[in-house]
């Protein structure tokens, strides 16, 4: 039975990953990497570990004493973690974080992708186990957008990839296409909770990939958190990239977007 490795952060993403990895007939050895990830995943692992982010030489002791070549990578890690001092790094982790020439995303992960071709240890495409959970092209909820949101949806579509291009953020909060929010280091909940608050109801939020996505990490992903959010600062409109963002909990997001009058879209 062919191995993987499976890192782990924020979310229900890593819990699909693992289902669909063990439906597939792959053995799981999972590894969650912030206090905050979820145990459910054990459910469908051969072996499951708490290491932290931080704990870099642990981390690669770990899967290389198990046999493990491939990795995914799957759930949110934030970059916050570098500054809020909730995770200590060892010295290997240490030493890779001021060797780099700055601090943006693909910078850091690409990083550390090097670190585990070092080790022999091949990081795969996160999509490539959860696929089927890309919207195609088209309105998922029961409402269509109105006139007035599908213009900011295709205005917030534009500035959202030139934001990925610039390995910023992938989510934009637009009222009659004027600019409410950009992410930045926050994540894409705080993003709409400032943005939502400007635009004082009626945002349209936008999430895409970056124009060089690397499917290895940060593909972006939405889900019914993402549409409690939304509810919470009244924004009425979601537009996702077809095909390249992940939709997490689909019937229940759907379902709890429809209650709230929230408009979903893959463009």
């Known amino acids: 039975m062919d191995k993987i490795g499976l890192l782990a952060g924020v979310g ?42 931080g704990q870099l030489d642990a981390l690669l002791k770990y899967l290389k004493s198990n046999g493990i070549e491939k990795v995914t990578m799957i759930g949110k890690v934030t970059k916050e973690y570098l500054y809020n001092g909730k995770i200590i790094p060892d010295q290997r982790m240490l030493e890779l974080i001021m060797s780099l020439p700055d601090r943006s995303d693909n910078t850091i992960m690409l990083a550390f992708i090097r670190e585990l071709a070092k080790e022999g240890l091949q990081a795969f495409d996160q999509t490539a186990l959860i696929h089927k959970l890309m919207p195609r092209r088209g309105t998922i909820t029961s409402r269509e957008p109105s006139s007035v ?113 929230i408009t979903i879209v893959a463009m």
């Open 149 to 261: 949101e599908r213009q900011d949806m295709e205005f917030g579509f534009m500035i959202a990839k030139e934001l990925g291009r610039f390995d910023i953020g992938q989510t934009v909060v637009v009222k009659n296409r004027a600019v409410m929010a950009l992410e930045a280091i926050e994540g894409t909940d705080e993003c709409i909770r400032r943005g939502g608050k400007l635009a004082n109801g009626g945002a349209v939020v936008t999430k895409v990939s970056k124009p060089e996505q690397d499917n290895r990490f940060d593909v972006p992903t939405v889900g019914k958190r993402t549409i409690e959010v939304m509810a919470e600062v009244g924004a009425t409109a979601l537009a996702i990239e077809a095909n390249k963002t992940l939709l997490v909990d689909r019937a229940s997001s759907v379902a709890f977007a429809d209650e709230k009058g």
């Open 12 to 53: 229900k993403l890593p819990v699909e990953s693992a289902r669909a990895a063990s439906q597939l007939g792959y053995e799981v050895y999972a590894v969650g990497l912030l206090p905050d990830t979820d145990p459910q995943i054990a459910e469908f692992a051969k072996d499951y570990q708490q290491i932290s982010v």
